[in-house]
């Protein structure tokens, strides 16, 4: 047994753990799991399905990895869990693979998820995100980059929550959630822009502070103006050509395309 490895953990013959990868006691890792180098698993960690662990990750005691989704439409598919690098993943997190053939449940690199966060099937979490304590992530919800999500709160299936978004806690978020928008309530609302979250990226201070006042311009247009969202967009769209004001408008545009449920509202 590697020094690296408790000898009450269990690990399958057929795992591929790199050698630097560490195992706590009475862990349990399947048959087709792969752990890259330097990541670090907790005592009580169960890791099994088709799960893909990138290097340097932290996964804390109790957490829960790859284990079938909670889906009545789950027949025994051949589906994945794939994540990054870097991440901590605290103590009892849930990550379930996803539903269909082939199909993942993906989280990025870098990213904070605290205790007893629930990632069901399906979900696309990007880099960077935060998401605190007893948060429940839904089937299909998609987290863009740098987002941070408050704790104790869910979030309804096929939800997106857009990169730099701030999600203030014990809301209910049941449509999409625009980017560098701040957002909280039962019924959640767009408030203001995520002035805080901005200034800690840099888009600030971007080409002398011309991007965050271009946003905030943005948020004015679409939440003060009391016109129709599509007019708003369109005046948008003529305003700038700017990378960061042109993905706010390709957000809300696919957020209002039809099957879908819409973004969130403005107080």
């Known amino acids: 047994m590697s020094e690296t490895i408790h000898p009450t953990a269990i690990i399958h013959p057929n795992?591929?753990?790199?050698?630097?990868?560490?195992?706590g006691a009475y862990a349990i890792v399947g048959e087709r799991v792969k752990i890259d180098r330097e990541t670090t698993i907790g005592p009580h960690v169960v890791i099994d399905g088709d799960t893909e662990i990138g290097a340097g990750n932290q996964i804390f005691p109790g957490a829960a990895i790859g284990l079938e989704p909670q889906d009545l439409k789950y027949r025994g598919a051949n589906s994945r869990v794939q994540i990054g690098a870097r991440n901590r993943i605290r103590e009892c997190v849930t990550i379930n693979r996803a539903t269909g053939e082939g199909e993942v449940t993906e989280i990025g690199s870098d990213n904070l998820l605290?205790?007893?966060?629930?990632?069901?099937h399906n979900c696309q979490i990007g880099d960077r995100v935060v998401i605190a304590n007893s948060v429940s992530l839904a089937g299909h919800v998609h987290i863009e980059s740098d987002a941070v999500l408050g704790g104790m709160l869910g979030v309804h299936q096929f939800v997106r929550i857009g990169c730099l978004a701030m999600v203030g806690g014990m809301s209910r978020i049941d449509r999409d959630v625009p980017p560098y928008m701040l957002v909280e309530g039962n019924p959640s609302r767009v408030r203001s822009l995520n002035l805080v979250g901005l200034k800690r990226s840099g888009i600030a201070q971007l080409e002398g502070g011309e991007v965050f006042a271009l946003l905030k311009k943005a948020f004015r247009i679409l939440y003060r103006s009391q016109?129709?969202?599509?007019?708003s967009l369109k005046e948008l769209e003529a305003l700038s050509t700017d990378d960061h004001l042109q993905h706010l408008c390709q957000f809300l545009r696919s957020s209002i395309a039809p099957g879908r449920r819409g973004p969130t509202a403005g107080r």
């Open 227 to 231: 016109q129709p969202l599509e007019h």
């Open 114 to 120: 605290m205790a007893y966060v629930h990632v069901a």
């Open 15 to 23: 795992a591929q753990l790199h050698p630097t990868v560490r195992v």
